[in-house]
């Protein structure tokens, strides 16, 4: 259907119950200074060839192919996708990311969501889990919120060891309400420091990240305990989630709520985006999750079907009662996520997360042969952090423009007294002559 724009008449009598007497005279409230005087400095429109051609251009000019390795992550990992997956997702009976509001409908979709919480909550060891969170970013705000609102404390406390990006994203959500946020520093070990919790006075929870920003694994068990010295709700998060093939559940270590990122199950990095936030928590919290819970019932036919069970949205209910405004539906990349889990299987992911471990571990290694120092020595999953040569930065810019292998994060952007200290990751996609190879250009 072809846009139809108002007529003079419409716009007439909008401007008349407006009180306007132009279109312009709307924008009257817009100081000077930030109206534009000589219009949008655009280029020339294009044919439709004309534009294919310009995008064939700039799409050729970025590295982004297999050709090239990463040994980044940071909470964007580079993983394979199983063909399945892609075929699966592509089909027309799961491609929309639209809520599905009409059961009778929408039983694939509904039944798609249902075995993603049924995993999501398995693999976390909590009692229910939450679908439609744009990122593990989002997702850990919501939780802080539910804390925040439960406990009926102002003060809230997070690691410092958060992603970065992340802990913007909090602030986001909580300067507005008032609320205070505190950060728990980090100790020589590379680990959130729990002794500096005793001083923070009354908190309505505390947020961990495990493995945490640095790649390294959190005593989640002590965690635990100063929470329940606090009467804190206790509070995980995790960027990689196929840490969770190898490592004990945060429902394990008795985590009250559980966001994560699920990039890593079976969705292409694809520039940063988009992602998949993970929100699990107890059955305790499950009337506080945002987001929507797929329930399985018999309809009066006696047939299984699956319905939308809870959802805690404005949309839904009255405003007033609503705990969250969350609003996209990322069942897509939900269904995305069920499909992949359910392609690799158990067994799968746990010989999958071996490799990412084994790998990261050789790669510290040879890093460590070749003048590389490693400041933290607690256990990690697939990330480490180390303290490169004096000469590795011009190194690491050459490998980049000249053969496409980008060699770690610089630190020293997110925490200024890690100077010459880089994150290294290395996942399944890694081979053990890349390793190699990278120790070699960089000794």
């Known amino acids: 259907m072809r846009y139809l724009p108002h007529t003079k008449e419409d716009i007439d009598k909008m401007l008349e119950k407006a009180g306007g007497s132009s279109l312009n005279s709307l924008f009257d409230c817009i100081p000077d200074e930030l109206k534009t005087k000589n219009g949008l400095n655009l280029p020339k429109q294009l044919t439709e060839w004309e534009l294919d051609e310009h995008m064939d251009n700039i799409a050729s000019s970025i590295n982004a192919s297999r050709k090239c390795k990463y040994f980044i992550g940071a909470g964007s990992y580079d993983h394979f996708r199983p063909a399945s997956v892609n075929y699966l997702i592509s089909r027309s009976e799961f491609m929309t990311a639209y809520t599905p509001y009409q059961p009778e409908v929408s039983q694939g979709t509904l039944q798609g969501i249902y075995e993603f919480q049924t995993m999501i909550s398995e693999l976390t060891g909590m009692d229910v889990s939450t679908a439609s969170h744009y990122d593990c970013g989002t997702a850990l705000a919501e939780a802080l919120l539910i804390a925040l609102k439960k406990k009926k404390i102002q003060k809230i406390a997070i690691s410092s060891l958060i992603h970065p990006s992340h802990k913007e994203i909090i602030k986001t959500y909580l300067k507005p309400s008032g609320y205070e946020l505190v950060e728990i520093p980090y100790n020589n070990e590379g680990l959130t420091d729990f002794d500096q919790v005793e001083n923070m006075g009354d908190l309505a929870g505390i ?182 040569p004096q000469d590795f930065a011009d190194k690491r810019d050459k490998l980049r423009n000249d053969k496409g292998v980008y060699a770690g994060i610089r630190l020293e952007k997110f925490f200024p007294e890690l100077k010459n200290h880089y994150l290294f990751c290395a996942t399944e996609t890694i081979k053990k002559e890349d390793i190699e190879n990278l120790a070699q250009e960089v000794k």
């Not at 509070?235 to 990689?240: A, G, K, V």
């Not at 990261?360 to 290694?365: E, I």
């Open 207 to 388: 947020a961990v990240q495990s493995p945490n920003f640095f790649g390294n694994i959190e005593n989640l068990a002590l965690a635990k305990k100063i929470c329940d010295s606090k009467k804190a709700l206790f509070i995980t998060s995790f960027t990689e989630a196929l840490s969770l093939g190898l490592l004990k559940s945060p429902g394990d270590f008795g985590a009250d709520l559980v966001a994560g990122e699920g990039q890593s199950f079976g969705l292409a990095k694809s520039f940063g985006g988009p992602g998949l936030g993970l929100l699990a928590g107890t059955k305790k919290q499950m009337r506080n999750l945002p987001g929507r819970l797929i329930g399985k019932t018999i309809d009066s036919n006696g047939k299984q079907g699956y319905v939308l069970t809870l959802a805690t949205r404005e949309q839904h209910i009255r405003r007033e009662k609503a705990s969250s405004n969350i609003c996209s539906n990322n069942g897509l990349n939900a269904m995305a996520v069920a499909m992949y889990l359910a392609s690799v299987g158990k067994t799968g992911i746990r010989e999958i997360a071996q490799q990412n471990h084994d790998k990261a571990d050789f790669l510290k290694n040879e890093l460590e042969k070749v003048g590389f120092k490693i400041p933290f020595k607690s256990p990690f999953f697939n990330e480490f952090v180390a303290i490169a």
